[in-house]
Protein backbone atom coordinates (compact mmCIF):
# COMPACT_ATOMS: atom_id res chain seq x y z
CA UNK A 1 0.00 0.00 0.00
CA UNK A 2 0.99 3.44 -0.64
CA UNK A 3 1.04 5.12 2.75
CA UNK A 4 2.72 8.38 4.24
CA UNK A 5 2.53 9.21 8.16
CA UNK A 6 3.27 11.75 10.32
CA UNK A 7 2.59 10.60 13.68
CA UNK A 8 3.34 13.88 15.04
CA UNK A 9 -0.06 15.58 15.15
CA UNK A 10 1.30 19.07 17.00
CA UNK A 11 4.40 20.42 18.25
CA UNK A 12 4.83 23.68 20.25
CA UNK A 13 8.98 24.80 20.25
CA UNK A 14 10.81 28.02 21.68
CA UNK A 15 12.16 30.14 18.99
CA UNK A 16 15.71 28.83 18.62
CA UNK A 17 15.11 25.54 19.38
CA UNK A 18 15.72 22.89 16.94
CA UNK A 19 13.02 20.83 15.84
CA UNK A 20 12.35 17.72 13.83
CA UNK A 21 9.53 16.53 11.72
CA UNK A 22 9.36 13.10 11.03
CA UNK A 23 7.47 11.41 8.11
CA UNK A 24 7.63 7.50 7.80
CA UNK A 25 6.31 6.32 4.08
CA UNK A 26 5.70 2.94 2.85
CA UNK A 27 5.47 1.74 -1.21
CA UNK A 28 5.42 -0.65 -3.74
CA UNK A 29 7.54 1.13 -6.19
CA UNK A 30 11.19 0.91 -6.57
CA UNK A 31 11.48 4.32 -7.82
CA UNK A 32 9.68 7.06 -6.01
CA UNK A 33 9.52 10.53 -4.82
CA UNK A 34 9.19 12.20 -1.49
CA UNK A 35 7.97 16.24 -0.75
CA UNK A 36 7.47 18.18 2.18
CA UNK A 37 5.21 21.46 1.85
CA UNK A 38 4.82 23.78 3.90
CA UNK A 39 1.17 25.19 4.39
CA UNK A 40 1.28 28.61 6.68
CA UNK A 41 -2.42 29.62 7.63
CA UNK A 42 -2.90 31.49 4.19
CA UNK A 43 -3.36 28.06 3.35
CA UNK A 44 -0.83 28.14 -0.26
CA UNK A 45 1.01 25.22 -0.36
CA UNK A 46 5.10 26.00 -0.27
CA UNK A 47 7.33 23.87 -2.07
CA UNK A 48 10.37 22.50 0.24
CA UNK A 49 12.10 19.60 -0.98
CA UNK A 50 11.96 16.52 -3.68
CA UNK A 51 13.89 13.69 -3.13
CA UNK A 52 14.24 10.56 -5.74
CA UNK A 53 14.57 7.37 -4.18
CA UNK A 54 18.42 6.61 -5.55
CA UNK A 55 19.41 9.88 -3.83
CA UNK A 56 20.16 9.22 0.28
CA UNK A 57 22.55 12.07 0.34
CA UNK A 58 20.84 14.42 3.08
CA UNK A 59 20.41 17.77 2.09
CA UNK A 60 20.63 21.09 4.31
CA UNK A 61 19.07 24.43 2.22
CA UNK A 62 20.01 27.32 5.06
CA UNK A 63 17.87 26.60 8.50
CA UNK A 64 16.38 23.26 7.01
CA UNK A 65 18.13 19.99 6.96
CA UNK A 66 16.35 16.56 5.47
CA UNK A 67 17.28 12.88 6.46
CA UNK A 68 16.19 10.08 4.09
CA UNK A 69 16.88 6.64 5.12
CA UNK A 70 15.61 3.88 2.90
CA UNK A 71 16.48 1.39 5.51
CA UNK A 72 13.79 2.79 7.35
CA UNK A 73 11.54 4.37 4.85
CA UNK A 74 11.89 7.53 6.92
CA UNK A 75 12.21 11.32 5.30
CA UNK A 76 12.38 13.18 7.82
CA UNK A 77 13.05 17.03 8.52
CA UNK A 78 14.63 19.29 10.81
CA UNK A 79 14.61 22.82 11.17
CA UNK A 80 17.38 24.57 12.95
CA UNK A 81 17.17 27.60 15.32
CA UNK A 82 13.23 28.07 14.75
CA UNK A 83 11.57 31.12 14.42
CA UNK A 84 8.26 32.34 14.57
CA UNK A 85 8.25 32.59 10.97
CA UNK A 86 7.85 28.79 10.90
CA UNK A 87 5.05 28.31 12.56
CA UNK A 88 2.66 26.26 10.01
CA UNK A 89 1.55 22.93 8.72
CA UNK A 90 4.28 20.61 7.14
CA UNK A 91 3.06 18.09 5.10
CA UNK A 92 5.40 14.58 4.07
CA UNK A 93 3.91 13.72 0.38
CA UNK A 94 4.70 10.67 -1.56
CA UNK A 95 4.65 10.59 -5.28
CA UNK A 96 2.23 7.71 -6.82
CA UNK A 97 3.38 5.37 -8.88
CA UNK A 98 7.12 6.45 -8.66
CA UNK A 99 7.19 9.91 -10.71
CA UNK A 100 7.54 13.18 -8.96
CA UNK A 101 4.64 14.13 -11.21
CA UNK A 102 2.02 11.91 -10.79
CA UNK A 103 -0.71 12.36 -8.31
CA UNK A 104 0.56 12.82 -4.72
CA UNK A 105 -0.63 10.73 -1.38
CA UNK A 106 -0.25 13.54 1.53
CA UNK A 107 0.53 12.61 5.35
CA UNK A 108 -1.80 14.23 7.79
CA UNK A 109 0.76 16.73 8.66
CA UNK A 110 2.87 18.05 11.62
CA UNK A 111 1.19 21.48 12.98
CA UNK A 112 4.76 23.39 14.61
CA UNK A 113 3.88 26.24 16.67
CA UNK A 114 7.06 28.26 17.18
CA UNK A 115 6.49 30.40 20.30
CA UNK A 116 8.84 33.45 20.87
CA UNK B 1 8.31 27.68 -10.08
CA UNK B 2 5.61 27.93 -11.87
CA UNK B 3 3.00 29.95 -11.32
CA UNK B 4 -1.09 28.98 -10.57
CA UNK B 5 -3.72 31.12 -9.69
CA UNK B 6 -7.37 30.13 -8.65
CA UNK B 7 -10.07 32.20 -8.94
CA UNK B 8 -12.30 32.94 -6.66
CA UNK B 9 -9.77 32.37 -3.61
CA UNK B 10 -13.18 32.33 -1.20
CA UNK B 11 -16.55 32.55 -2.39
CA UNK B 12 -19.59 31.45 0.55
CA UNK B 13 -22.90 30.00 -1.56
CA UNK B 14 -26.18 28.86 -0.52
CA UNK B 15 -26.93 25.42 -0.48
CA UNK B 16 -28.40 23.72 -4.18
CA UNK B 17 -25.95 26.40 -5.86
CA UNK B 18 -23.43 25.53 -7.92
CA UNK B 19 -19.72 27.17 -7.52
CA UNK B 20 -16.93 27.09 -10.50
CA UNK B 21 -13.37 27.30 -9.74
CA UNK B 22 -10.96 28.26 -11.88
CA UNK B 23 -7.37 27.09 -12.01
CA UNK B 24 -5.15 28.75 -14.28
CA UNK B 25 -1.33 27.99 -15.27
CA UNK B 26 0.21 31.59 -16.08
CA UNK B 27 3.55 30.64 -17.74
CA UNK B 28 3.86 27.27 -18.37
CA UNK B 29 1.59 24.05 -20.18
CA UNK B 30 0.19 20.83 -18.52
CA UNK B 31 -1.22 18.05 -20.06
CA UNK B 32 -2.25 16.66 -16.61
CA UNK B 33 -3.38 18.41 -13.92
CA UNK B 34 -4.96 17.68 -10.42
CA UNK B 35 -7.20 18.61 -7.88
CA UNK B 36 -7.41 18.29 -3.87
CA UNK B 37 -9.51 18.56 -1.32
CA UNK B 38 -8.88 19.72 2.54
CA UNK B 39 -11.00 19.63 5.22
CA UNK B 40 -9.97 21.94 8.39
CA UNK B 41 -7.33 20.68 10.06
CA UNK B 42 -6.93 17.77 7.45
CA UNK B 43 -4.68 16.76 5.11
CA UNK B 44 -4.89 17.22 1.09
CA UNK B 45 -6.89 14.25 -0.83
CA UNK B 46 -6.96 14.01 -4.03
CA UNK B 47 -10.21 14.31 -5.76
CA UNK B 48 -9.74 13.73 -9.49
CA UNK B 49 -6.63 13.49 -12.23
CA UNK B 50 -7.54 15.27 -15.30
CA UNK B 51 -6.14 15.14 -19.07
CA UNK B 52 -6.52 18.33 -21.21
CA UNK B 53 -9.04 16.87 -23.70
CA UNK B 54 -10.07 13.85 -21.89
CA UNK B 55 -12.57 13.33 -18.89
CA UNK B 56 -11.13 13.53 -15.42
CA UNK B 57 -10.70 10.29 -13.79
CA UNK B 58 -12.45 10.71 -10.00
CA UNK B 59 -10.90 9.01 -6.64
CA UNK B 60 -13.15 6.41 -5.08
CA UNK B 61 -15.63 8.50 -3.14
CA UNK B 62 -15.73 11.58 -5.21
CA UNK B 63 -19.14 11.71 -7.38
CA UNK B 64 -18.11 12.84 -10.49
CA UNK B 65 -21.68 13.88 -11.16
CA UNK B 66 -21.05 16.45 -8.50
CA UNK B 67 -17.93 17.47 -8.94
CA UNK B 68 -17.59 18.65 -12.65
CA UNK B 69 -13.84 19.21 -14.32
CA UNK B 70 -13.37 20.60 -17.29
CA UNK B 71 -10.26 20.46 -18.25
CA UNK B 72 -10.34 22.80 -21.74
CA UNK B 73 -6.76 23.73 -22.13
CA UNK B 74 -3.46 23.21 -21.19
CA UNK B 75 -3.14 26.19 -19.25
CA UNK B 76 -6.96 26.26 -17.54
CA UNK B 77 -8.87 23.91 -15.41
CA UNK B 78 -12.64 24.49 -13.86
CA UNK B 79 -13.88 22.60 -11.15
CA UNK B 80 -17.78 23.12 -10.35
CA UNK B 81 -19.32 22.20 -7.41
CA UNK B 82 -23.09 21.57 -7.96
CA UNK B 83 -25.83 22.01 -5.93
CA UNK B 84 -23.29 22.41 -3.13
CA UNK B 85 -24.17 21.34 0.53
CA UNK B 86 -22.64 22.51 3.79
CA UNK B 87 -20.57 19.25 4.18
CA UNK B 88 -19.36 20.60 0.50
CA UNK B 89 -17.33 23.15 2.08
CA UNK B 90 -13.78 22.84 2.10
CA UNK B 91 -10.73 24.05 1.14
CA UNK B 92 -9.92 22.94 -2.81
CA UNK B 93 -6.28 23.36 -4.37
CA UNK B 94 -5.73 22.51 -7.98
CA UNK B 95 -1.96 21.67 -9.07
CA UNK B 96 -0.90 21.50 -12.49
CA UNK B 97 2.05 18.79 -13.55
CA UNK B 98 5.18 19.80 -14.39
CA UNK B 99 8.82 18.43 -15.66
CA UNK B 100 10.12 17.35 -11.72
CA UNK B 101 7.09 18.45 -9.49
CA UNK B 102 3.62 19.56 -9.57
CA UNK B 103 2.76 23.68 -9.09
CA UNK B 104 -0.33 24.16 -6.60
CA UNK B 105 -2.66 26.93 -7.18
CA UNK B 106 -3.34 29.20 -4.06
CA UNK B 107 -6.25 27.60 -3.28
CA UNK B 108 -10.09 28.61 -3.27
CA UNK B 109 -12.18 28.48 0.35
CA UNK B 110 -15.76 27.42 -0.54
CA UNK B 111 -18.41 27.80 2.25
CA UNK B 112 -21.66 26.92 2.01
CA UNK B 113 -24.60 27.77 3.54
Known amino acids: AQKVTQAQTEISVVEKEDVTLDCVYE???????LFWYKQPPSGELVFLIRRNSFDEQNEISGRYSWNFQKSTSSFNFTITASQVVDSAVYFC?????????????FGTGTLLAVQP | GAVVSQHPSRVICKSGTSVKIECRSLDFQATTMFWYRQFPKQSLMLMAT?????????EQGVEKDKFLINHASLTLSTLTVTSAHPEDSSFYIC?????????FGPGTRLTVL
Open chain 2, 95 to 103: SFSGYNEQF
Open chain 1, 93 to 105: ALGEGGGATNKLI
Open chain 2, 50 to 58: SNEGSKATY
Open chain 1, 27 to 33: TRDTTYY
